[in-house]
Structures are given as structure tokens and as C-alpha cells.
């Protein structure tokens, strides 16, 4: 079992960037595939981005291309999310997530970091 913790939502006007990162504990990291994802209000969650365990594949959703870039520290236990550009439409919570070796979901998953986009 994994243990995930959020950090460095905020409030940043449009245009502007944040650095969201994801500390994990308990289990070994390097086993888990990394997720971002999101939930504005009264919305669907959404997939974000994912990154390999080793780190060196990702994919993003198309909203996300070009201006997010999630990376890994296995060293470090630690997840990123690289948001640039930032729009009032990435409002949202944010949350990280883990998968497990030979798992397809994602079964651990942080308490949420909010993100605020003003115009």
C-alpha cells in the first residue's frame, strides 16, 4: 500500500504557473505507475497525465499537452505536475494517483490539492 499527500495548489492569475508535487510513502514508489488527474465543480474527475514507473514515458490529455510536464523522483518519493500557461479552466482539485504493477486502475490516490485560475 502507498501512501499519497498533495502539495502546491494555489490561487495564480491567468497565464501564470504552478509546480504541483505528490509525496508518496509506504510501499516501494519506483512500483507504481504515477496519475495526475482533476475534478472541477460539477464535473467528472479527468485524467491529467500518467508517467511510467521508471519515469521515462508519459502521456498527457490533449488539454494538458504543451503546457503540463509531469516527471518522477524515485529517489525522492515524489511525483510532479508542471502546470504553465494556466487558464481560468484548469480550476479545479487536483489529484495524484498510483497503479500498481499489473493493475489497470488506479488504487491509491491523494487528498487533492486545489488549484484556482483567475481571469
Known amino acids: 500500500q502507498v501512501q499519497l499527500v498533495e502539495s502546491g495548489g494555489g490561487l495564480v492569475q491567468a497565464g501564470g504557473s504552478l509546480r504541483l508535487s505528490c509525496a508518496a510513502s509506504g510501499r516501494t514508489f519506483s512500483r507504481y505507475a504515477m496519475g495526475w488527474f482533476r475534478q472541477a465543480p460539477g464535473k467528472e474527475r479527468e485524467f491529467v497525465a500518467r508517467?511510467?514507473?521508471?519515469?521515462?514515458?508519459?502521456y498527457y490529455a490533449d488539454s494538458a499537452k504543451g503546457r503540463f510536464t509531469i516527471s518522477r523522483d524515485n529517489a525522492k518519493n515524489t511525483v510532479y505536475l508542471q502546470m504553465n500557461s494556466l487558464k481560468p479552466e484548469d480550476t479545479a482539485v487536483y489529484y495524484c494517483?498510483?497503479?500498481?504493477?499489473?493493475?489497470?486502475?488506479?488504487?491509491?490516490w491523494g487528498q487533492g490539492t486545489q488549484v484556482t485560475v483567475s481571469s
Open positions: 508517467v511510467s514507473r521508471s519515469g521515462g514515458s508519459t
Open positions: 494517483a498510483a497503479r500498481d504493477i499489473g493493475r489497470e486502475e488506479y488504487d491509491y
